[in-house]
């Protein structure tokens, strides 16, 4: 399996399955976040009862820490190798070939991600799971309202709004791109993949740009 | 209607591999319109071989498109900024008088300067030394069409096949990587009966040679498909990952 880590292929076919599997649980994360704009209760519920500090919570979020890990950590060996493959020798008639920014500025994009994750797990997750597990003093169980609480911060909306703006460019070129390095592509299914990735980078940033929006306008908890 | 026009041509300028570079800039009077860029080149050349200057130095042979042996990265493109051609088809008349044309060589840590305008493009020859053919025994010559071929797979070997291993791919990259190249040497033979004996060995191998030389991861980024003078597809590309992951899974 060594293939993984040494030929350039079987690393972007690392790159592209964790990428996949984020987009996975960017999904039912997304999901999960639109209840909040319906009803407190039942987000409360599915947060304690169905996630929480319960096992396969836990299994669930070092999994998707795993993704993370191994996506930011090859993102680096692979950035740093093609800097290298690229030389320092610059054209001074600076390239004019047409292509996407996005697929030009994936690790900038990601590094804005990134930046992005750790105020997002310091405000909510490390609220709520993590002081739970540890028995730190203040574990936060009514999810729903510590959401509320931080989203009533212009400066937290905002921060939030541009990292998915940020995403939806990561995420616009990183859905063909990782469908294309596992190797399922032809000239038929490349446009038809493009449409999809835009479909879905759209559906998940607007998804979770609305909810935060929605509660700092005061429009959530409509049916509590 | 083809004029003549008045250029300044800036060219890349470095004595020899480790010698630092540097750009020089020649005025060209009357070039006429209706000259090949090459034949631009070679009026500059011979005026400064006339004042005892040493001539610029870059890489041509058929001046057809056929051969793979020019390069140039020209005003921000390589071969040029025209779609589909390579430098030695490309023509005075895609500039204007007075234009200040920029000339470089290909610049990437694969193809090292030898000299000016001239880059080493053996990492190519290599990459297909390590399984871009197909073995076949010697004895009286085989009927073409022995083994029936469905015509859309045999459009599609034909269309990788017409890659000329110019290395513009590589020197429009921003990753420096070769696979736009593999890929279409690849899919040459993967496409067709009398390369899939050989189809899993020759992904791997030719693969690892790509890596063992120092080209770039790719990120899809689509620069070598925009530039090829042969428009060869990235779809290739993703057919060379399908049969080296293939490969990878049958081991
Ligand atoms: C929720 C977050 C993220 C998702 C859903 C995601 C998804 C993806 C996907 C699907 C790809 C395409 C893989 C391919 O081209 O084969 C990709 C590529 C990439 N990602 Fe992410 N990503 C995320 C976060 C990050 C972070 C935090 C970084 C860190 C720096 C990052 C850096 C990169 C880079 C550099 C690439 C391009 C790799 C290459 O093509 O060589 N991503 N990402
Ligand atoms: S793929 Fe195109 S650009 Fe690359 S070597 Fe072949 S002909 Fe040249
Ligand atoms: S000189 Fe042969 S392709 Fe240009």
């Keep these: 399996m060594s293939w993984l880590i040494k030929s350039s292929i079987g690393r972007k076919f690392v790159q592209s399955i964790s990428g996949l599997f984020l987009i996975l649980f960017l999904l039912f994360h997304m999901s999960m976040n639109l209840v909040l704009i319906f009803n407190y209760e039942t987000y409360n519920f599915l947060a304690n009862e169905i996630l929480g500090a319960n096992w396969w919570a836990i299994i669930g979020t070092g999994v998707i820490a795993l993704g993370f890990v191994v996506h930011v950590i090859y993102a680096i060996i692979l950035t740093l190798q093609n800097m290298k493959a690229r030389g320092n020798d610059r054209y001074a008639s600076s390239s004019k070939t047409k292509t996407t920014w996005s697929s030009k500025n994936m690790f900038v994009l990601g590094l804005f991600i990134l930046l992005f994750?750790?105020?997002?797990?310091?405000?909510?997750?490390?609220?709520?799971?993590?002081?739970?597990?540890?028995?730190?003093?203040?574990?936060?169980?009514?999810?729903?309202?510590?959401?509320?609480?931080?989203?009533?911060?212009l400066w937290v909306v905002i921060i939030y709004v541009i990292a998915f703006i940020a995403l939806w460019f990561h995420l616009t070129h990183g859905f063909w791109s990782a469908l294309h390095s596992v190797g399922w592509n032809n000239t038929v299914w490349m446009k038809r993949l493009k449409v999809l990735g835009n479909i879905i980078s759209t559906a998940i940033s607007l998804g979770f740009i609305i909810v935060a929006i929605a509660i700092y306008l005061g429009y959530s908890n409509l049916l509590g | 209607m083809d004029k003549d026009i008045n250029i300044k041509v800036k060219v890349w300028r470095q004595n020899g591999p480790k010698d630092k570079g540097y750009f020089e800039t020649f005025p060209l009077e009357n070039i006429s319109q209706g000259s090949s860029f090459l034949e631009m080149l070679d009026i500059l050349n011979e005026n400064l071989i006339n004042e005892g200057k040493e001539p610029v130095v870059f890489d041509h042979d058929c001046r057809e498109g056929i051969c793979g042996m020019c390069s140039l990265y020209?005003?921000?493109?390589?071969?040029?900024?025209?779609?589909?051609?390579?430098?030695?088809?490309?023509?005075?008349?895609?500039?204007?008088?007075?234009?200040?044309?920029?000339?470089?060589?290909?610049?990437?840590?694969?193809?090292?300067?030898?000299?000016?305008?001239?880059?080493?493009?053996?990492?190519?020859?290599?990459?297909?030394?390590?399984?871009?053919?197909?073995?076949?025994?010697?004895?009286?010559?085989?009927?073409?069409?022995?083994?029936?071929?469905p015509r859309d797979d045999a459009e599609m070997a034909m269309d990788a096949a017409a890659c000329i291993g110019c290395g513009a791919c590589v020197a429009a990259c921003k990753n420096g990587s070769a696979m736009l190249f593999v890929s279409a040497k690849v899919s040459q033979l993967a496409l067709l009966p009398q390369g899939r004996v050989e189809a899993t060995r020759r992904a791997k191998s030719m693969v690892a040679k790509m890596d063992e030389l120092g080209f770039g991861n790719c990120t899809n980024t689509g620069a070598c498909e925009v530039e090829c003078p042969k428009n060869i597809s990235i779809s290739n590309i993703a057919r060379l990952n399908r049969e080296f992951l293939k490969a990878k899974f049958q081991d």
């Design chain 1, 117 to 153: 994750l750790f105020l997002h797990l310091y405000q909510m997750w490390y609220q709520m799971q993590f002081k739970e597990l540890f028995m730190i003093e203040g574990a936060r169980h009514d999810g729903a309202q510590l959401v509320e609480e931080v989203f009533s911060q």
């Design chain 2, 74 to 149: 020209i005003n921000g493109h390589p071969h040029g900024p025209d779609e589909g051609i390579t430098t030695c088809q490309l023509h005075m008349r895609r500039f204007n008088d007075g234009d200040t044309i920029t000339v470089e060589p290909w610049r990437s840590a694969g193809f090292p300067i030898i000299k000016d305008l001239i880059v080493d493009r053996t990492a190519f020859d290599k990459i297909i030394q390590a399984g871009g053919y197909v073995s076949v025994n010697t004895g009286s010559a085989v009927d073409a069409n022995a083994i029936p071929i």
